[in-house]
C-alpha cells in the first residue's frame, strides 16, 4: 500500500514533466534567440531549433555554427541540467509526502489489500482496452486522413473511375500529370490475384484437410500437419523473393515456349505464391471444422453403407460445410491484405484486366508505393494511399465479422 | 420401394449390378484418397522446393572469394609527408597500393586501360580493408605482407560457378583477359572461396560483396526486445482480466470482438495506423525500431492475448477455489497460482507471436524502416531496418551478387524462427499438463 502511494504519483510526474519539460525549454530558448531569428515563420525557427538540438546531442551539422544558435545550445544544457535537479527533488519531497500522509492513514481498520486491488485491477482493465484504443486508433487515424483525401477527390471518381495514375504535377505548368484516381483497376487487380491464389489454395487445402483428418494413420498426421503449418510461418517476404526469382521467370519461360507472352511480373506468379501461402490456413481451418462432425453421424452413413468418401463427400462436408465456408473466407480477407508477395512478385500498373498472365497491381502494393519514401500529410497521392487503407481495412473487417459469425454460429451447433 | 412398371429383379441380377456398383464405388473412394494424398504431398513438395531455391541460392552467401596479394605499404603512396598523422593516414590512396601490387603480380600488363581491368579483379572496397589496417597500426608502412584482399563481385561470381564463360565476351562481367589472370591466380592458389565474415559482421553496402545483414540483425533484436517488454506485460495483464476479473457484459463481449477481429486485420493496416499516429502526431522518430516495436506490439497483443487466455482456461478451477479457500484475495490467487501455472502456454503464445513479429515487414515498410543504413544501429531512436526488411531492400537491387546475398539473409532469418518456433514447442512439450 505504501510503496504503491509512494509510486504512483511519482510516476506521474516524472511522466508529465518528461513530456513537457522539451516544449518549454524550447520556448525559453527562442524568447532568448536574437530578434532576427525569432521573427523566422514557424518552419524556418523549428530548423534552427533542431540545429540547437543538434549542437547539445554533438552531432554537429552545420559546419559554420551561429554564435546565437551555440549560446541557446548551452542555456539549453544549462536547462536541462536544472530541469533534471528540480525533477529529483520533486520527485523525493512527494514520495515522502505521501508516505507520511499514507502513513498516518493505517490503522487496523484500514483494508489495505482491498484497496490495493482495486487499483491493480483498474490497471488490467486499462490494458484490455488497448485492443479496443487500437481498433478505435486504426478507425480514427485512416478515416480522418481518408477524409481529407475525398475533400479534394471525389469519392465517386475514387469507387468508380477506371484510371490510377497518382503522379500529381510538381508544378502547376507542368502537363500530363494530374493524377487521377480511379481504383476500380486496383480493386479488380486484387481480386483477381486472390482468386487465383484461392483457386490454389482451397482445393489442395480441402483435399489435404479431409486426407489428415479421415484417412491419414495418426502417425503420419503427426508430422504431417506441422510440416505443413511451416508453409504458414514462412515470412512473406520470403515468398515475395521466391515468387520474383524463381515462379515469375518460369511462368514467362513456359508461356514463351508455347507462344504465351507472359509478364514477368504477371497475376498468375503472385496468385500462385500466395495460393501456396494460404495453404495451411486453409487445411487447419477445414481440419478443426471436419474433426468437429460428431462420429455418429459418420456412424449413421456407414451403417446405410456408404463408402468412406460417401460419407465425405454427403454427410461430413456437408455438415461442417458452413465452418468451411467461414475458413475460406477468413483466407480470402488474408490474401486481400497480404502485402509482400504482391509489392515483389506483382506490378505496378494499373491494368483493368482479368488475363492473369498480365502484370497488374493491387490495393497493397500501391498503399506501399505512395507511402514509402518521403512523403508530405497534405498531396492527394500520400492521402489515397489512407484512402485505400480504409477501404482495405473495411473490406477485410466485413469479411472477419462475416467469417467469425459463421464459425461461432457452427461450432454452437456441434457443441 | 416397389416399383410396378419394371419387372423385379432376380437375386442373380441384383448380386451383378450391386457387384459392378460396388467396383466403381471402390474405384470412386481409391480416387478420392490418391486426391488427398496427393494434395498433402503437393503442399509439401511446395515446401521442399522453397527451401531447396532459398538454399540453393544463399549457402554461397557464407563464403567469398578472396584474392592473395604480395602488398608493399609504399611510404610514398600513404604517407609522403610522413606525418603519421591518422587524419593523413585515413586520406591516402590505398586503391593506389592495390594498383601497385596487382601490377607487381602482373608485371607484363601494359597500358591504362589493361591496368584499369586487373585492379577491377580486386573489390573497390578492398581498400577499407587496408586503411583500417594501416590506421590501427601505422608500423605497417614501408612493409610488404602476404594479404587476402576482397575480390570483386564479378570474380566472386565466377568462382561460383554463375558466370558463363562461353558467352560472347560484351555479354559477361569479365573479359577474355580477365579470364585468363584468374586463371594464373587459380593455377597458384592464391584465389580461393572463404568463409564470409564480412557478410555476418557489417551493415548494408551498395557493393554486394561488402554488404552484411549484421546492422539488420541488431536492429530486428532491438525492435523484438522493445516489442517483447511491450507485449508480454500488456497481453498477459489483459488476459488476466478478460479471464479471471471481468463480468461477462457487454463492454468484455465487445473488447473480445475486438481482439478476434484485430488478429485478423492485415498487418500493412497496423503500420499505417503508426504512421499517422505515432508519426505524424506524436512527432517519434522515423524508421526507428521504437516506433518500430509500438506497431509490432499492437499487431502482436491480440496473438499473446488469444494464448494467454487459452493458457489460463486451461487451469482448473479447483486451484483457485482452493486458494480462495484459504483466505487468499483475488489478486494473490492469480499471482501466486494460476499465473505460475498458466506461464508455460502464455510464454509459448508469446514466442509464436514474437516469431510472427520477426517475420513482418510490411507495417515497417510504412514507418520508414526501409532506409539504406550502413551503420549498426546503437539506440532505440537510431535508424534501423531489420532482417526481412533487408531481404525485401536487396530483392529490389539489380545485382547479381545481391541474389545470393538475399537467400542468404533469408537462411539467417529462417534459422532464427525455426530456433523459435523450436523452443516454444519444447515448452509446450516439456510443461504441458493435463488435468
Redesign the interface.
Same mark, same amino acid.
Given at each position: 500500500m505504501t510503496a504503491m502511494w509512494c509510486a504512483l504519483p511519482a510516476l506521474g510526474v516524472i511522466a508529465l514533466w518528461l513530456i513537457f519539460q522539451d516544449a518549454i525549454i524550447l520556448k525559453l530558448i527562442t524568447a532568448q534567440l536574437p530578434e532576427g531569428v525569432r521573427s523566422l515563420p514557424a518552419d524556418e525557427l523549428s530548423l534552427v531549433l533542431n540545429d540547437v538540438r543538434n549542437l547539445v546531442a554533438g552531432n554537429v551539422t552545420a559546419e559554420v555554427v551561429d554564435e546565437s544558435v551555440r549560446a541557446a545550445a548551452t542555456e539549453y544544457t544549462r536547462l536541462r541540467g536544472i530541469s533534471h535537479m528540480a525533477l529529483t527533488v520533486l520527485v523525493m519531497v512527494m514520495a515522502i509526502a505521501t508516505v507520511l500522509f499514507v502513513r498516518s492513514r493505517i490503522t487496523p481498520d484500514l483494508r489495505a489489500?482491498?484497496r490495493?486491488?482495486q487499483v491493480?485491477?483498474w490497471?488490467?482493465?486499462a490494458? +484490455? @482496452?488497448?485492443?479496443?484504443f487500437? @481498433?478505435i486508433? =486504426?478507425v480514427l +487515424?485512416?478515416a480522418?486522413?481518408a477524409m481529407r483525401f475525398f475533400a479534394i477527390i471525389n469519392p465517386l471518381d475514387f469507387v468508380f473511375g477506371t484510371s490510377w495514375s497518382p503522379q500529381m504535377a510538381i508544378r502547376a505548368d507542368q502537363i500530363g500529370s494530374s493524377g487521377s484516381f480511379g481504383a476500380v483497376p486496383l480493386f479488380a487487380g486484387t481480386a483477381l490475384i486472390s482468386l487465383i491464389a484461392m483457386f490454389i489454395s482451397v /482445393?489442395?487445402?480441402?483435399?489435404?484437410a479431409?486426407? *489428415?483428418a479421415?484417412?491419414?494413420h495418426p502417425h503420419f498426421r503427426t508430422w504431417?500437419k506441422p *510440416?505443413?503449418e511451416? *508453409?504458414a510461418?514462412? /515470412? $512473406?517476404?520470403?515468398?515475395?523473393?521466391?515468387a520474383?526469382?524463381?515462379i515469375g521467370p518460369a511462368l514467362r519461360g513456359w508461356g514463351e515456349s508455347i507462344g504465351l507472352d507472359v509478364a514477368s511480373e504477371s497475376a498468375l506468379a503472385a496468385g500462385l505464391v500466395m495460393g501456396?501461402m494460404i =495453404? /495451411?490456413f486453409v +487445411?487447419s481451418l477445414a481440419d478443426d471444422m471436419i474433426s468437429a462432425v460428431p462420429q455418429s453421424l459418420r456412424d449413421g452413413a456407414y451403417a446405410l453403407g456408404a $463408402?468412406? &468418401?460417401?460419407t465425405?463427400?454427403q454427410v461430413v462436408l456437408r455438415a461442417a460445410l458452413p465452418g468451411i465456408v467461414g475458413g475460406v473466407l477468413?483466407a480470402v &480477407?488474408?490474401a !486481400?491484405?497480404? $502485402?509482400?508477395i504482391v509489392?515483389?512478385a506483382a506490378g505496378l500498373a494499373a491494368n483493368l484486366t482479368i488475363n492473369p498472365i498480365e502484370a497488374v497491381t493491387t490495393v $497493397?502494393v500501391q !498503399?506501399?508505393t505512395l *507511402?514509402?519514401g518521403d512523403q508530405e500529410?497534405d498531396s492527394p497521392k500520400t492521402l489515397a494511399?489512407?484512402a485505400l487503407?480504409l477501404v482495405?481495412?473495411l473490406v477485410?473487417?466485413a469479411l472477419?465479422?462475416l467469417a467469425?459469425h459463421i464459425v461461432r454460429k457452427y461450432r454452437e451447433q456441434y457443441e | 420401394m416397389s416399383n410396378t412398371n419394371k419387372p423385379r429383379l432376380t437375386a442373380k441380377e441384383t448380386q451383378a449390378l450391386v457387384g459392378r456398383s460396388i467396383r466403381r464405388r471402390y474405384w470412386a473412394e481409391r480416387r478420392f484418397r490418391a486426391y488427398g494424398l496427393s494434395a498433402v504431398v503437393a503442399g509439401m513438395a511446395f515446401l521442399v522446393y522453397l527451401f531447396f531455391v532459398i538454399f540453393s541460392n544463399g549457402i554461397g552467401a557464407f563464403r567469398q572469394t578472396q584474392i592473395l596479394l604480395d602488398v608493399y605499404y609504399d611510404p610514398a603512396i600513404i604517407d609522403p609527408l610522413g606525418t603519421r598523422k591518422v587524419e593523413d593516414l585515413q586520406a591516402a590512396d590505398y586503391q593506389a597500393v592495390i594498383r601497385a601490387a596487382m601490377k607487381a603480380r602482373f608485371p607484363d600488363v601494359e597500358g591504362r586501360a589493361a591496368t584499369r581491368e586487373l585492379t577491377r579483379l580486386v573489390s573497390g572496397s578492398a581498400s577499407f580493408d587496408l586503411q583500417r589496417r594501416v590506421v590501427s597500426d601505422p608500423d605497417l608502412i614501408g612493409r610488404r605482407e602476404s594479404q587476402w584482399l576482397l575480390a570483386s563481385d564479378a570474380v566472386d561470381l565466377f568462382m561460383k560457378g554463375h558466370v558463363e564463360r562461353a558467352l560472347p565476351e560484351n555479354q559477361r562481367p569479365l573479359s577474355d583477359s580477365q579470364f585468363a589472370w584468374i586463371d594464373e591466380l587459380r593455377a597458384e592458389q592464391a584465389v580461393a572461396l572463404k568463409f564470409n565474415k564480412t557478410f555476418l559482421t557489417t551493415g548494408d553496402s551498395r557493393e554486394p560483396e561488402r554488404a552484411g545483414i549484421w546492422g539488420a540483425v541488431v536492429g530486428s533484436f532491438l525492435t523484438l526486445l522493445l516489442t517483447l517488454l511491450l507485449s508480454f506485460p500488456i497481453g498477459v495483464a489483459a488476459a488476466v482480466y478478460l479471464e479471471e476479473f471481468a463480468r461477462r457484459n457487454r463492454w468484455t463481449d465487445l473488447i473480445e470482438v475486438n481482439i478476434n477481429n484485430l488478429a485478423a486485420v492485415p498487418s500493412i493496416v497496423f503500420g499505417l495506423l503508426g504512421l499517422a499516429v505515432f508519426i505524424a502526431f506524436f512527432g517519434l522518430p522515423r524508421s526507428a525500431p521504437l516506433v518500430g516495436a509500438m506497431v509490432l506490439t499492437l499487431l502482436t497483443l491480440p496473438t499473446i492475448i488469444i494464448a494467454s487466455r487459452a493458457a489460463l482456461k486451461a487451469v482448473p478451477p479447483s486451484i483457485r477455489e482452493a486458494a480462495l479457500g484459504m483466505g487468499a484475495s483475488k489478486i494473490q490467487t492469480v499471482t501466486h497460482h494460476v499465473l505460475p501455472l498458466a506461464m508455460p502456454g502464455m510464454l509459448t503464445g508469446t514466442i509464436i507471436g514474437m516469431a510472427r513479429a520477426l517475420g513482418e515487414s510490411a507495417p515497417l515498410l510504412m514507418i520508414g524502416m526501409v532506409a539504406f543504413i550502413v551503420d549498426i544501429p546503437k539506440g532505440i531512436t537510431d535508424s534501423a531496418t531489420v532482417l526481412p526488411v533487408q531481404v525485401f531492400l536487396w530483392s529490389d537491387s539489380p545485382e547479381r551478387g545481391f541474389v545470393e546475398k538475399t537467400s542468404g539473409a533469408i537462411i539467417v532469418l529462417l534459422a532464427f524462427l525455426v530456433v523459435m518456433n523450436t523452443t516454444a514447442v519444447i515448452l509446450r512439450k516439456r510443461f504441458e499438463r493435463r488435468w
Open positions: 489489500r482491498n490495493v486491488e491493480v485491477e490497471m488490467l482493465l490494458c +484490455s @482496452t488497448i485492443a479496443v487500437t @481498433t486508433g =486504426i +487515424s485512416v480522418f486522413e /482445393p489442395i487445402g480441402l483435399y489435404s479431409i486426407y *489428415l479421415e484417412y491419414a504431417a *510440416l505443413l511451416v *508453409l510461418g514462412v /515470412p $512473406t517476404v520470403v515468398y515475395g523473393f521466391f520474383a526469382l524463381t501456396i =495453404i /495451411p +487445411s $463408402t468412406r &468418401s460417401e465425405i463427400k477468413l &480477407s488474408r !486481400i491484405g497480404e $502485402t509482400m509489392v515483389m $497493397t !498503399i506501399v *507511402l514509402v500529410f494511399a489512407f487503407g482495405l481495412f477485410t473487417l472477419n465479422v467469425l | -
